[in-house]
């Protein structure tokens, strides 16, 4: 399809996950500069919300995901009515689905929108090829990043392609910029420093305890002059930080670990010098802001799809294995990040420049 008609008021759709949502942002400048003079809503999660606020020239429109789907009927009933009624009152001339999932489909089909536009069946899940009017042809998604993926959507259906200067452009306010110096001062951390997050949102995502143990005492030997920074977020993060502590020596490492927000974050990562993660958030603000990285992957995805987006960083998965990727959330025996070792990983971080 080839889409030329002049469009004023659209609605884009991505609620979540957060590290989805980033990688969203090259896509929605895309948009933005086909068309300069629309008015751009973003429907988007709460929890998602924060990362994205200071993007400029959009307006969110927050998903009450636990609301509209309440196992209370009444709680349910009346927040689909009124979101609903929210959708139509911006008579939308144009929707355009990047989540691909039932959710996100029925907020597309309930804009009351005459186009709404998504993924081709085969690059979605839940049906959500049914709520749309439009869907384009099929897109391979294993031999591309998910930044090319998001954009590839636009492209197929006829908007211009533009050379983005930054593709992430990625917005902080003044006060949060200025907020940086009592942030690494209550973290009683200091320049330079490395990032090592230790979190992961799966558990086929996540790195064993006593191979980070091993990494941080390695790659100080290596690097002495860097602070190494712990980051991660909720109780298996915490009990996994309290166990590295205990490890290494005293003075080596600082905890960021259920201690910022999600803009604290993002100025720690663009802040430091070098940034270790898996495929989570931290990683793809790693992109964002350009900043040495190297990610790990388990069996959830491929590398080439959400590895740092700058070429020159590695991704490091384990496809030496035959179940990789299963795209699994849980696993009986986790081999693939058993797979990637941490002589493996500091081989790889010695032979970048930072």
Not at 75 to 101: E, M, P, W
Not at 127 to 144: K, S
Request: with cysteine; aromatic share 12%; charged share 20%.
């Amino acid at each position: 399809m080839n889409l030329k008609t002049i469009h004023k008021n659209i609605l884009v759709i991505r609620l979540g996950a957060i590290g989805d949502v980033i990688q969203t942002l090259p896509a929605i400048q895309q948009l933005q500069l086909n068309y300069p003079d629309a008015k751009i809503h973003w429907a988007i999660e709460d929890k998602s919300y924060p990362i994205v606020k200071n993007q400029t020239n959009l307006e969110f429109i927050l998903f009450p995901k636990k609301k509209i789907f309440s196992l209370n009927p009444l709680v349910a009933l009346y927040t689909n009515i009124k979101f609903r009624k929210l959708l139509k009152s911006k008579n939308f001339d144009l929707v355009i689905d990047f989540q691909g999932l039932f959710k996100s489909g029925w907020i597309s089909f309930n804009s009351f929108c005459s186009q709404r536009i998504g993924f081709h069946s085969s690059n979605t899940r839940e049906f959500n090829h049914y709520f749309q009017t439009n869907t384009i042809v099929e897109i391979p998604e294993r031999v591309m990043h998910r930044v090319d993926f998001y954009q590839e959507l636009l492209f197929k259906i006829g908007l211009t392609k533009h050379k983005l200067e930054d593709p992430f452009n990625f917005q902080f306010l003044p006060n949060e910029i200025k907020g940086f110096r009592d942030l690494i001062h209550r973290l009683r951390i200091r320049l330079p420093y490395i990032i090592i997050n230790i979190g992961a949102s799966k558990a086929t995502k996540r790195w064993k305890t006593k191979y980070f143990i091993e990494l941080i005492n390695k790659f100080k030997k290596s690097h002495p002059k860097y602070k190494i920074l712990l980051t991660g977020g909720g109780n298996e993060d915490y009990r996994t930080g309290l166990e590295i502590f205990k490890s290494i020596a005293p003075g080596v490492c600082e905890s960021a670990i259920n201690k910022t927000s999600l803009i604290e974050l993002a100025l720690l990562v663009k802040k430091a010098s070098f940034l270790l993660s898996g495929d989570t958030l931290a990683l793809h603000l790693g992109s964002a802001f350009k900043i040495p990285s190297i990610g790990l992957f388990g069996g959830s995805a491929l590398a080439v799809e959400t590895k740092p987006y700058l070429d020159q960083y590695p991704g490091l998965d384990c496809g030496g294995i035959p179940c990789y990727p299963c795209r699994k959330k849980t696993c009986s025996h986790h081999s693939c990040m058993t797979y990637i070792t941490p002589e493996q990983v500091h081989l790889a971080i010695r032979q970048i420049s930072f």
